[in-house]
């Protein structure tokens, strides 16, 4: 069974950072590509980055480049995000999820996470 466990989001002020982290279990993970989302209410949900966890390609939203980074942890099937200088247009409930291709659009993932909360204050 796939499991997708989101952990790391919080409350925080304009400007600062937060680390989300992702634990996949029962997938595949070294052969595919694994990504953040996010939804804030009323909007559709949207990529924020990807990274394909075979060679380590990454791609990125415009709107997250240059401060948010994805990485990942080979020998834990862990993937993360981190998120600096974080605007309160960056409030949303972040997904992680896990797919075949890598690219920022949603519908391409199979397997997704619960969410986890981030919310940035002016």
């Known amino acids: 069974q796939v499991q997708l466990v989101e952990s790391g989001g919080d409350s925080v002020q304009a400007g600062g950072s937060l680390r989300l982290s992702c634990a996949a279990s029962?997938?595949?993970?070294?052969?595919?590509?694994m990504g953040w989302f996010r939804q804030a209410p009323g909007r559709e949900r949207e990529g924020v980055a990807s990274i394909n966890t075979r060679g380590g390609y990454t791609f990125y939203a415009d709107s997250v480049k240059g401060r948010f980074t994805i990485s990942q942890d080979n020998a834990k099937n862990t993937v993360y995000l981190q998120m600096n200088s974080l605007k309160p247009e960056d409030t949303a409930m972040y997904y992680c999820a896990a797919g075949r291709v890598c690219t920022l659009r949603p519908k391409i993932f199979d397997y997704w996470g619960q969410g986890t909360q981030v919310t940035v204050s002016s």
């Open positions: 029962g997938y595949p993970y070294s052969s595919n590509c």
